[in-house]
Structure formats: C-alpha cells, structure tokens
C-alpha cells in the first residue's frame, strides 16, 4: 500500500497584505474560509481569478464567521507579557517579545491586486510533518497573585505540547473567568486580557487540534456550572470508552457542546451525589478508561488527578512564596521559579486549597505504563518527566545506536530539532564530529505560498535546508527520532543526496511503530504505519538511504532497567496496557460526529490482532 500522496486546497487570491500576518491568524482565517459556505463559489470564482474572491477574502478577515463557533478576529500585536517584579531574567528567558504585526482594514482594503495562491496541505496528508503529536499541555496555580500570568507564561514554556488553542481560567472573589482562543499563547493573551484574569487561582491548557469549524469550541479550559458550583477542568489524554460513556449520558438527558471527551468528565461530576467535591471527580475517574492528566478549579480549590496507569505526565512545583503550581513538564516549572517538589503519581488525586494539600488514591491500583514516546520526542530535552532526564535519555539512545548499529562515516547530523541529542549521544560514542547539517526553519506553519511552478518536495524544504558545504562528499549518518509514514524521511534522504552526501546512513533512536496510539497522541492509523507493512530491508529501499537501523525495543527496556515495566511501548508491541471495548476509537482533536459534521473520519478502528494486554 503506497502511503497517501499530499493533498492540497487551493483557496484562492490573497491580497499580499494577508501574508504580513502571523502564520497561525493566516490559518484561522483561511480556516474560516474554508468552513464558510460561500468557500464553493469562492474557488470557482479564483479560477478565473474574479476579484470577488478577494472581497470574501477581506470579509472574512476583518469580521465574524456567519457560524456561530467563529468569533471575530483579531490582529492587534501580541508580546509576551512578564509579570510584576517577580523575575530576575525574565527578558533572557523569553528570547524577547515576540511580535505580529498591526493589520488595519484600512491596510488590507488598500492592498496591491498583485496576489498570491494560497495552498493549505490536508491535515491528514501532512506528510511535511511525519510526526506523532501530543494533544495538549496543562498547568494549574494556586496561591499567586499573579496566578494568571504565572499560567501564561507557563503555558509559553509548554507550547511545543499544542500550537492551535490556548485558554486559561483564573477565580477572584469566587467568581470564574475565562479566556480562551485558537493561535498561539502569545497571540491569544496581552496585557489587557491578563488583566482580566485576576486572583491566585488559575488554571491553563495548550492544545494540538485538527483544522474545522468546531476548532475553537473544543479548546480548553472548560467551565460548567451545575448545581453545587462552578467547575473548570484542562485535560492532556485521551478516553477509549468515551464513545460509550457519551451515549450513557446522552440517554440520560445530558446535553454535549463539544466534541471533547473532556466534556464527558464535567457531566460525570455534574451527575455525581458524593459530598463534597473531590470525591465526584474521584467517581468521574473511577468511570474513565485510558489517558488522563486534569487540573480542576472551583471557587477555592485546585485538583490535580492522573490516571491510574500514569500514561502522561503530571507534576508538582512551589514557588518560593508557596504557591503550588502542576504542570505537564518541568520546564514550565523553570520557567515562573517554581522547585521541582515531584510527580503526581499514578492514580493519585492531589487536592490544594488554604488548608494545604492533601493526597487521595484512585481505584483500581494499576501497574504504571508511562508513555515513553515522551522520553524519545514529545518533551522538552531539559525536562525531566517520569523521574528521568529528557536529554540524558535521548543521549543515551543515540550511544546505543552507535554501539549497535555501527557504520563507517564521516559525520554524523541530526534532522532538527528532535533529533539532535541522540545524535549528539551517537557522535560522541562513535567518535566522529558532530555537525549541523541540516538549518530548521521555525517559522512556516501549514499556510504557504507555492508558485505555479511545481517545486518538489517543496514542504520539507520549507523547513529543512541542507549545508552543502557540511555534506558535499561524506559519507553521512542521519539521526531521527521515529519513522512514521516514511514519506518525510524519504524526502529527507532525497535532500542529502541532492547536496552532494555520498552516503546517507539512517538512525532512527526508537523501535519501528507499528501501532495507533489511544492514550493522547494523535498517529495515524496502523494501516498507515510503515513498520507495519514494511521490514527494515523494504523500508531502507523505500526511503533511499544506504542503511537504516532502528533502535531495538530490547535493548530500550534494557537501558530502563527495572522501570521498564513500568512504561507503555504500545505503539512499537502493538500490546496495548488499556484495550479499547470500543470498535472504533477517536483520535486526539476534534473529529466527532456531533451532528454538525457528520464525519467518521476522526474515528480509529481497533485492530482485533492487536487486543491482547501488554504484558509487564
């Protein structure tokens, strides 16, 4: 089965004053487009390039969606916002402000007509970005009062967890306010809208999400109000029963807004009779199957609870004038100079308020299965998640790819930026220099400008550019994190060769995924997978490299040791720790059929020669 070729939409002219805006407000607003009726007409009219596009265009720029799920938006500049006199080095650690740039309707309405097609690859083709993702990233802060940009800035530390949505809830005088939106952190809050947020209680969410109308309704956090109260929940996982425990609920009465499984948590709490608050959410969890890591907010009280695998990371901080802070990694710790205190462990409900902290387990007690997916790609390098160093893992599996799987070579590079620890890791054991051969871009999202003119390969070398002076005539070993589709590493392998690499020698520092992860991280289907349809031999000649080597899963429970029971390899087993009872699963984002889209194609089917318990 040949892997799916890119798709694209062609969108239409776009006055060039569209391309002044931040990547992500150039995707909302051709998200917009693309949801909006008039999106038919619009195309057919590019084609014979009416301007009436434009003035559609414009429309949906400078005013509101006719669907109700769109607000407004807004292009005023964005900066990252320091708190108060807290820091010492605030400035250094945020790389200065980060800019957009004002955009008046006065500026579009005056724009050349010398315009651009816009092409926007179909998410779920995006072979430019070969990579599985996490959902989401969470935070939660009590006792600061300053709590709301504590959890902005946070937040900032952990958007590499989700770059589509971000929201925070903060509580003063008892009262919870929320503000949520698509974009990036530093384009959702400024000052003015921080300073909406007052109180030393808040709670915040960064979330990935796929393209579509109902984007902006999903993204956290939540708030409900019901009748002891209000509640506001940020949630990083994924539900396995949400299919069936939505249509308990539904059956019952209950009324859902979202397509978010999170929502389904809210109405278990809503319908609990336990007294007093946290032992609902402890019989919501009780409910729950699969990946969960919440932070909770009521009008006095912050809840921390993970589920009782401990598929993703949850841990706890405090900062010097006590304030607790939980975040999904600790470099949102080191970013607001909250200590490192622990983990929220496995099944563990920790709840805050102005008593202190007090600690509850959840039934039933599991085995942990960390996912270790966060060890080899998700997390920030100088993170430490699940009591072990981000960066001394990948450095480590790297050194075993070099005693395992050596070849002779003249350097040794990384495909940015995930992969260059465990390149750095393979140098150093192999002895041979380490250099940068290929230059990352980090500013191209997934709006581009192509010409006419058909450039090949043309997204992966919008984000990836080769040094010819680093390659021309090495024979060259190439360090990755993963292989997923295949496609973006045969594109890579393509790159070198074109730059004058003599040999391209590929490492990859985790085993082959053959499997769909259902624990929050969003991967395609196992059909999909290449390791799952090719051997190293078929993929080597697929990809185009001179060799290719993966790093053993047994020689990655060995460097565990006796944690490694501990984790979940789920994705590289196929042996899954929590087994779907459902047929189909949904994936992370916002795929559901809530009788508005009408779609399946967010729905996972659950291969039965995959059903049997990972064993430990």
């Not at 080095?89 to 651009?116: G, R, V």
């Not at 969470?138 to 989700?162: F, M, W």
């Not at 890791?425 to 400008?449: D, M, N, W």
Request: charged fraction near 20%.
């Amino acid at each position: 089965m040949e892997p799916k070729p890119n798709r694209y939409f062609q969108v239409g002219l776009v006055p060039k004053a569209t391309l002044a805006l931040s990547l992500s407000s150039q995707r909302r607003a051709l998200y917009t487009i693309l949801s909006s009726s008039s999106f038919s007409s619009m195309a057919a009219a590019t084609h014979h390039h009416h301007l009436s596009s434009l003035s559609s265009l414009k429309t949906h720029l400078l005013s509101s969606s006719s669907s109700s799920c769109h607000k407004p938006l807004s292009f005023s500049s964005k900066t990252l916002v320091k708190p108060q006199s807290i820091f010492s080095h605030s400035h250094s650690q945020l790389n200065n402000k980060i800019q957009t740039p004002n955009i008046s309707s006065n500026t579009i309405n005056n724009s050349s007509t010398s315009d651009f097609n816009i092409l926007i690859r179909d998410n779920d083709d995006d072979d430019d970005d070969d990579k599985p993702r996490e959902e989401c990233g969470v935070v939660g802060i009590h006792g600061d009062p300053e709590a709301s940009r504590l959890c902005y800035l946070a937040l900032h530390a952990l958007q590499h967890r989700g770059q589509e949505g971000a929201g925070i809830v903060a509580v003063h005088e008892n009262l919870m306010k929320s503000i949520t939106n698509v974009g990036l952190v530093s384009e959702v809050f400024n000052q003015s809208k921080l300073n909406q947020l007052p109180g030393d209680l808040a709670i915040g969410h960064v979330r990935y999400s796929t393209a579509g109308a109902n984007m902006l309704k999903n993204v956290q956090p939540f708030v409900a109000s019901y009748r002891f109260g209000s509640v506001g929940v940020a949630h990083n996982g994924n539900l396995v029963n949400y299919k069936s425990l939505r249509a308990n609920l539904e059956e019952n009465g209950s009324i859902f807004n979202t397509g978010s499984d999170t929502e389904v948590v809210l109405h278990l709490i809503a319908i609990s009779k336990k007294r007093p608050f946290f032992l609902r959410i402890v019989e919501a969890c009780e409910q729950l199957e699969g990946a969960y890591s919440m932070v909770f907010l009521t009008e006095n009280k912050l809840v921390a609870v993970r589920d009782p695998y401990g598929f993703r990371p949850l841990v706890m901080g405090k900062r010097s004038n006590g304030a607790i802070v939980f975040a999904s990694e600790t470099c949102a710790l080191d970013l607001i100079e909250a200590t490192y205190e622990r983990e929220v462990n496995p099944g563990e409900m920790l709840v805050v308020d102005k008593d202190g902290i007090q600690s509850l387990c959840l039934l039933p007690h599991r085995e942990p299965k960390a996912c270790i997916f966060e060890h080899i790609y998700f997390s920030q390098p100088n993170s430490i998640v699940f009591g072990r160093s981000v960066y001394d893992s990948r450095r480590h599996f790297g050194e075993i790819l070099a005693t395992e799987a050596p070849v002779d070579c003249d350097i040794v590079i990384a495909v940015p930026d995930s992969g260059k620890v465990a390149a750095l890791g393979y140098a150093a054991k192999a002895g041979v220099p380490y250099e940068e051969g290929l230059i990352r871009s980090h500013y191209v999202g997934r709006t581009f400008i192509e010409p006419d003119q058909k450039i090949r390969d043309f997204g992966v070398k919008l984000k990836l550019a080769p040094v010819q002076s680093v390659l021309k005539g090495k024979r060259v070993v190439v360090v990755d994190d993963s292989i997923v589709r295949g496609t973006t590493s045969s594109k890579i392998v393509r790159l070198l060769k074109e730059a004058g690499a003599k040999e391209v020698h590929m490492r990859i520092a985790s085993p082959p995924i053959i499997g769909s992860c259902y624990y929050g991280v969003d991967t395609p289907s196992s059909e999909e997978l290449i390791s799952n349809r090719m051997n190293v031999e078929q993929i080597k000649n697929f990809i185009g490299c001179d060799s290719l080597a993966f790093l053993q899963l047994d020689s990655l429970r060995k460097f565990l040791g006796h944690d490694s029971s501990g984790f979940c390899y789920a994705c590289f087993s196929g042996k899954y720790p929590v087994q779907p009872k459902e047929l189909k699963v949904k994936r992370t984002g916002d795929y559901v059929d809530d009788g508005l889209s009408g779609s399946e194609e967010g729905w996972v089917k659950v291969p039965r020669n995959q059903g049997d318990e990972e064993d430990s």
